[in-house]
């Protein structure tokens, strides 16, 4: 255990001095420092992959059947991007010189070879740049047509320097259409088993796959190789070879389906090594005896052809199916969270006309029934009637009222925008609900700040938020009986030109694990609840850029506070939430 903590401050410690000096160490040194570790990496690809092309060639004195070096650089520049020109380019050069030159061409023809396929590169990329921008993606059929398209036109303008360069700077006896030829039907098969292979490498380290992609991937690509296996081994008969295609596009439609577009070129690059090796050593089906030593480089070119090609747009198409697939399901999630929001704001807004308008409807018929009361009295009292006619329609009014502002606050409608005094407003709040808060024997403290500035904001709403945060705690306190049922509401400053009002109860308080649920619509804890109140306040607290908050108190019950900011005007519309 202290071996291992040592050992670690050691690594540590050489990090840290690592980090220092990476520090003092200028960001341009760090990007040439990239890139001429790029450049290597490059060279050193393409020159193996070139040596490879020479052991493996049929015939001594031609050029390459296969030249998979093509799609080490396309692959590289396409799956790097543009940034990655310069030390692609370099690294093909560097390498391709001594590549062919080690090849049986000399300095001079390989020095032409080299800017060939230098330009050949850099022309596929710059195609495939101009027409689908820098990030090209294995996942779209286009693109992929693309990429083969580009890898045609750049292979088949290059060719024309490379025949320049064998006919005149080598003196090939071979006709120049014929070298032409030959470059074009080595490069674009090597370019299309190849590069989509490591621009696919390249997406998968920027944007791993799953791990369980990546087992199911590895396990077909292990029978795959375990397939290839077979074409050494297999006897030569014509029925063999239907059998190892039956085979294989099987494995290529389920790595094309179930995987990223990588393994199904890692596939294709399989399957042309193995082409490539069995044709130059006359291994199983493309021997001699199947095929004279002259038809033996074409089958093989077209078989990587055909079989790269198909397995790239085979996973092109499945992965834009997936692709559409997914959006599909987005959008129908979409659709049915919009069903579900509209659904619940029905709910809500028939809720909180019924939460709201309970209490004034019920002052109505109490104020009616006083009235009735008084004037079947002998004599009738007339002054008593009129005062409870005038409470009536107090709450007649305040309860249209309440109607009108809770349509604003559902139906995106501007509010009231007016100057608001919280001092009058509670007070007036107090005396409304006077009645209930003495039959549920509260006693209130009110301690107002007499130098509050006022609010701009909707005077209904915000009474309609106090009178819910009384009428809550006042709720709270109603099963306690050992303790006076202390309520107290505060108004004062906040800093930062807020104001704040308190309402704090020694009620029976609330579970500190609810206190987020406190403020979702529908959660009470009440019989008759509805759970929209709190909602309701805090969405129009926030409406006047406010913020509404509960705590629990120290000793026993709950303290809910909200804060909004004073006297500033133009405000956002409630309905905008
Ligand atoms: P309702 O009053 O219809 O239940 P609210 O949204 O106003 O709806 O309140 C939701 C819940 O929050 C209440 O049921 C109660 O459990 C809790 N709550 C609200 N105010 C208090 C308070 N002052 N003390 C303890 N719990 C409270």
Redesign the pocket.
């Given at each position: 255990m202290e071996m291992r903590s040592r050992a670690w401050g050691l690594v540590s410690g050489a990090r840290r001095r690592v980090d220092a000096w990476a520090r003092w160490v200028p960001g341009s040194f760090w990007r040439w420092a990239g890139s001429g570790v790029l450049a290597i990496a490059v060279a050193v690809a393409y020159f193996l992959a070139a040596r490879l092309s020479f052991y493996l060639k049929t015939k001594p004195d031609e050029i390459a059947a296969f030249w998979p070096a093509a799609g080490v650089a396309a692959g590289a520049l396409v799956g790097l991007g543009p940034r990655a020109r310069l030390p692609v380019a370099v690294g093909v050069l560097a390498a391709s010189v001594p590549a062919n030159v080690s090849g049986r061409w000399s300095l001079s023809t390989s020095l032409v070879f080299a800017v060939c396929n230098v330009v050949q590169v850099l022309v596929i990329a710059g195609l495939i740049e101009r027409y689908f921008g820098s990030a090209f993606r294995l996942d779209s059929l286009r693109q992929v047509l693309g990429l083969v398209v580009a890898a045609m036109a750049g292979t088949a303008a290059a060719a024309i320097g490379g025949t320049v360069g064998a006919v005149l700077v080598e003196g090939s006896t071979a006709s120049a259409m014929t070298i032409w030829n030959h470059w074009l039907a080595s490069n674009v098969p090597g370019i299309v088993a190849v590069a989509p292979l490591l621009i696919g490498l390249v997406s998968a380290v920027r944007h791993p796959p799953p791990r369980s992609e990546i087992a199911e991937g590895v396990v077909a690509l292990v029978a795959l190789i375990a397939l290839s296996g077979l074409i050494v081994f297999l006897p030569r008969e014509p029925l063999a070879v239907v059998a190892l295609v039956a085979l294989l596009f099987p494995l290529l439609l389920w790595l094309g389906a179930r995987c990223r577009p990588v393994f199904a070129a890692a596939a294709a690059f399989i399957v042309a090594v193995t082409i490539v090796w069995t044709t130059t050593f006359s291994i199983g089906m493309f021997d001699e005896r199947n095929f004279p030593i002259a038809e033996r480089a074409p089958v093989a070119q077209a078989s990587i052809l055909a079989v790269s090609l198909c397995a790239i747009v085979l996973a092109s198409l499945f992965s834009e199916r997936r692709e559409s697939e997914a959006r599909l399901a987005r959008s129908n999630m979409m659709l049915q969270q919009e069903q579900n929001n509209r659904l619940m704001n029905i709910d809500a807004i028939t809720g909180a006309i019924a939460?709201e308008i309970r209490q004034p409807l019920a002052g109505v018929v109490m104020n009616a029934s006083t009235c009735l009361r008084m004037l079947a009295n002998e004599p009738p009292n007339v002054e008593g009637a009129r005062d409870t006619v005038r409470r009536a329609l107090r709450d007649g009014n305040r309860a249209s009222d309440v109607v009108a502002r809770l349509r604003a606050l559902f139906g995106k409608k501007p509010i009231a925008n007016e100057s608001v005094d919280l001092n009058g407003l509670a007070s007036e709040v107090i005396a409304l609900s006077s009645d209930e808060l003495q039959g549920n024997r509260v006693l209130l403290t009110a301690e107002f700040d007499n130098s509050l500035p006022t609010v701009v904001g909707d005077r209904v709403q915000l009474q309609q938020v106090i009178l819910?945060?009384l009428?809550?705690?006042s709720?709270?306190?109603s099963t306690v009986q050992d303790r006076p049922r202390r309520l107290l509401i505060r108004t004062e400053r906040e800093e930062g030109e807020r104001v704040r009002l308190t309402?704090q109860?020694v009620?029976?308080?609330?579970n500190p694990g609810?206190i987020d649920?406190?403020?979702q619509?529908f959660?009470?804890?009440?019989n008759?609840?509805?759970?929209?109140?709190?909602?309701?306040?805090r969405s129009i607290v926030e409406s006047h850029q406010g913020r509404l908050w509960?705590t629990q108190n120290d000793g026993p019950?709950?303290?809910?506070c909200f804060s909004v900011p004073c006297g500033q005007r133009g405000r956002a519309d409630v309905g905008a939430n």
């Open positions: 939460h819910n945060l009428r809550n705690a709720d709270a306190m309402v109860d009620g029976v308080g609330f609810a649920k406190l403020f619509p959660y009470t804890t009440k008759d609840g509805m759970g929209l109140g709190l909602s309701i306040s509960a019950g709950a303290t809910f």
